[in-house]
């Protein structure tokens, strides 16, 4: 669905671009492929990694790690998870409410969650590229940290 | 030539190392090579809009515009036009960050870029009524409300351990 608009606003923007000028369209153009060509060798490799990754850590194994562990064990690890892995929200979403029906804990679904849509392990390298060390490895390390603020109010909320 | 291979001596020796596992673990196969066309096909689907956006984008938008409307000096409006810019995307975080790299590079502050990209990530509008349905109401708004807040923090850390060096190298990157 939302890539259906992404794609319409696209067309849409590049249609309204092509009319008002040619030579600025194509010189849009040429700028996104030399974006796209300049970090190809890093996606080629973060599709390679998640590939492997999620062979050995699929969808049932991360519902292993995430529906027995409890406690705060339990958060560190379904944090840790969701850091290193790499899953679209609309496969992880219904991943992570048959866990709760199967009596997961809530604290610990939010923290799997929360850490699997902000933090990346996989693209750090990617992100590092353009934002430099420092930076991306901060945002990464704040962000995991805060999935367990953000698991812990989450639980807290649901549970009231 | 020389300048292209190295640029891609990285994907090539992962590559080597993925056929190796396909190899040597056989059982592993189907789900690597599964999940590997999967994303493929994410990435084939997902980038050529995003990409042919952030292309117009440097094109179109002057510098001037970019500081007015992202730059440092403005204020919760700009915050705000970042984060609805980011909840309004699609796809994988991975493809926030040539887009917000050329925000970046553009002038937009380092303090907006990191709310698009907090945004990008966690709030995301058709997602949200996708994870209401999933779990509920209570979960989706709570962790919205809170990842509001996390957001906020976190880019103003990070806007904190941004170097000078870092804008400069992307703006020699970024032709």
Known sequence: MDTIILYIVAVA????????SRTKTLAALKKAWKAFEGILGQFLVV???????????????????????????????ASLVGAITLIPGFVAFP?????????????????????????????????????????????????FFFSFLIAFFVGWV??? | MKKGLRRYAAAILMGMVFLALIIIFPDYREKAGKSLLGQLGTVALVLPPIFILLGLL???????????????????KGALVAFLLGSFAAGPLYGAFPFAAVLLKKGASVFNVMIFLGAWSTTKLPML?????????????????????????????VKRS??????????????
């Open chain 2, 58 to 76: 440097d094109v179109w938008v002057p510098r001037e515009k970019m500081i007015r409307i992202l730059g440092e000096g403005s204020s919760v």
């Open chain 2, 129 to 157: 009524l996708f994870e209401i349905s999933a779990l509920g109401l209570r979960f989706a708004l709570s962790r919205l409300a809170i990842d509001i807040v996390a957001i906020v923090f976190i880019a103003l850390l």
């Open chain 1, 158 to 160: 649901v549970s009231l």
């Open chain 1, 95 to 143: 991943i992570a409410a048959s866990l709760l029906a199967q009596g997961a804990g809530v604290t610990q679904i939010a923290a799997f969650v929360s850490s699997l849509m902000m933090v990346g392990v996989v693209t750090l390298p990617m992100e590092i590229q353009y934002f430099g060390k420092r930076s991306a490895i901060m945002r990464n390390s704040l962000a």
């Open chain 2, 162 to 175: 941004f170097h000078e060096d870092d804008i400069r190298r992307l703006q020699t990157q970024i032709p």
């Open chain 1, 47 to 77: 599709l390679f990694l998640v590939a492997m990754l999620m062979a050995v850590l699929d969808t049932a194994t991360i519902s292993n790690i995430l529906g027995e562990q409890s406690g705060l064990l339990g958060i560190l690890g």
């Open chain 1, 13 to 20: 923007a590049l249609a309204a671009s092509a009319i008002v």
